[in-house]
């Protein structure tokens, strides 16, 4: 892995002779990039879809994960021990933590940071960070993680030749949770003083730490996760629970609820606008 750092430091201002570059994405938010990619086969690996291709002249290995913050590491590390890859970004859909971004602005994260992980103290939550081991084997708490400099200026490049207007580089954090309230959104804005939240970046990051690898995580608002839902998630979830994949429980739940269409039309539109986004930027990253 040392090798593949000093590879990148001296090609910091370009890619393309480094080896395979490590791409991990939810399933649904993966499909724009891929049609970049010239990807000939897939390969299930412990729940995750691997391929590798070219995108442009720059190898690639992908890692297509279900949503989470274990989906996400299990795909990062499948691309470390299956294919050696020398870096990681994240990319995909973030809710907004800050008023001023609106649907497609395009995150860069500085740093990543576990949102859910601490303590509960009496009635209080203190964010500790997650526990790790450095280089040296001391362990210790890893409350941030810091992106790679080098590939987040490439980033923020490739946004500007797109004509990206709404760049924003800061933290993102990242949860086991889908946050839709305005109270919880508050909080992580002052206590992380984080830009948007996820459920992936600071789990791939904290993968490529544990390997000494360089990481990135590219982000694109799909929502603002201060928007308070009115669904009844407890019934959906009884819907979508894997033990019961009948397609009839989520229509009747659908047409139960008719006010639900047009937030989840909403949603979707705004997922799918995050992913060519964000799925944009990635390639002109690695084309150039």
Not at 1 to 20: A, C, E
Not at 34 to 59: F, S
Not at 157 to 170: E, K, Q
């Amino acid at each position: 892995m040392l090798v593949s750092w000093i590879k990148l430091w001296y090609n910091r201002d370009g890619m393309g002779d480094l080896g395979q570059i490590g791409l991990v994405a939810v399933h649904r938010e993966l499909g724009p990039l891929l049609k970049a990619v010239d990807c000939p086969a897939e390969e299930p690996h412990a729940g995750v879809i691997l391929r590798t291709g070219l995108l442009g002249r720059q190898p690639v290995a992908l890692a297509e994960v279900l949503v989470g913050p274990v989906n996400a590491a299990l795909g990062a590390q499948a691309l470390i021990l299956r294919y050696g890859v020398v870096g990681l970004v994240s990319f995909g859909s973030a809710g907004a933590l800050e008023p001023q971004l609106s649907r497609g602005a395009l995150v860069i994260a500085s740093r990543a940071m576990a949102h859910d992980a601490g303590f509960f103290l009496g009635h209080a939550f203190v964010p500790s960070g997650v526990m790790g081991r450095d280089p040296r084997g001391r362990i210790g708490y890893y409350r941030a993680f810091e992106a790679d400099p080098v590939w987040t200026a490439r980033a923020q490049s490739a946004a500007h030749r797109l004509g990206i207007r709404a760049v924003h580089t800061g933290t993102v954090v990242t949860g086991n949770q889908a946050i839709f309230a305005s109270a919880r959104t508050r909080w992580l804005r002052r206590t992380f003083h984080a830009l948007a939240v996820d459920m992936e970046s600071a789990a791939v990051a904290q993968v490529a730490v544990a390997y000494q690898l360089p990481w990135l995580a590219v982000r694109a608002i799909s929502d603002r996760a201060s928007e308070d839902w009115s669904l009844d998630f407890a019934r959906l979830q009884t819907c979508l629970d894997a033990r019961r994949p009948s397609g009839w429980r989520r229509w009747s739940y659908l047409l139960a609820h008719p006010g639900a269409w047009r937030r989840l039309w909403r949603f979707e539109r705004g997922l799918r606008l995050a992913a060519r986004q964000a799925s944009r930027v990635v390639e002109e990253m690695f084309r150039a």
